[in-house]
């Protein structure tokens, strides 16, 4: 079973609606990552953080708004999405940045209706 | 342009054969090749990685095989088995950094 967990499992949301999508970990891990993933294609790196701050932005609309409280947490926070933005979003993390394993999470099956 | 190119896109072996998926890169600064296996609803889970400075590793019945002149690796499973039915990414990464350039999968169907 996957160390990484993520709530909610699904969600729906309307475009207008704001909400969230949580990670944690609890492997001691400083490095954090949220992927996108859509149906039959590889995961896309969205974010990195390295010791709680913001090491990688692959130019990601700012309907997303990553956050990173601890270093145990990841948000994701969503705010006026497209339909296309319906995936699965997959966090991960690994023992910092520098050519570790990374560990995934189940991800959150996103909705936008 | 994609970094790491993957084939076949899906494939189809019985059950005790030899499942082969192939990758090819062009930029010779990776340092880092791992295979990640994802079922469907799940997240992907690392399988087996290997580095340049060797040619072969093998992990039970997953084998990596590397040919760094020829920029190509490949992940062959032997014995497969339908449990084994998944979907396997290739990955590089380069300078020792968490940053994977994956390939676009490949489906593989293991039949009873």
């Known amino acids: 079973d996957t160390e990484v967990t993520q709530t909610p499992k699904h969600l729906v949301m309307g475009m207008t609606n704001k909400k969230s999508l949580k990670c944690e970990q609890h492997?001691?891990?400083?490095?954090m990552y949220w992927y996108k993933q859509k149906a039959k294609k590889p995961p896309e790196l969205m974010f990195v953080?390295?010791?709680?701050?913001?090491?990688i932005n692959e130019s990601v609309p700012s309907r997303f708004s990553p956050e990173c409280p601890n270093s145990s947490l990841l948000n994701l926070h969503l705010h006026a999405l497209q339909p296309e933005d319906s995936a699965l979003y997959l966090c991960?993390?690994?023992?910092?940045?520098?050519?570790?394993?990374?560990?995934f999470g189940e991800g959150s099956w996103l909705t936008v209706v | 342009q994609q970094q790491v190119k993957q084939s076949p896109q899906s494939l189809i072996v019985q059950k005790g054969g030899i499942s082969i998926i192939n990758c090819a890169y062009e930029?010779?600064?990776?340092?880092?090749f791992p295979w990640y296996q994802q079922f469907p609803g799940k997240g992907p889970a690392l399988l087996i990685a290997?580095?340049?400075?060797?040619s072969e590793k093998k992990e039970g019945r997953f084998t990596i095989s590397f040919n760094k002149s020829a920029k190509q690796f490949s992940l062959h499973i032997m014995d497969s088995q339908p449990g084994d039915s998944a979907t396997y990414f290739c990955?590089?990464?380069?300078?020792?950094?968490?940053?994977?350039?994956f390939g676009s999968g490949t489906k593989l169907n293991v039949k009873p």
């Open positions: 991960a993390s690994s023992q910092d940045l520098r050519g570790n394993t990374i560990y």
């Open positions: 492997m001691g891990h400083r490095a």
């Open positions: 953080y390295s010791y709680e701050k913001l090491s």
């Open positions: 930029n010779t600064a990776f340092d880092y």
């Open positions: 290997i580095r340049p400075d060797v």
């Open positions: 990955a590089a990464s380069r300078n020792n950094f968490n940053k994977f350039y």
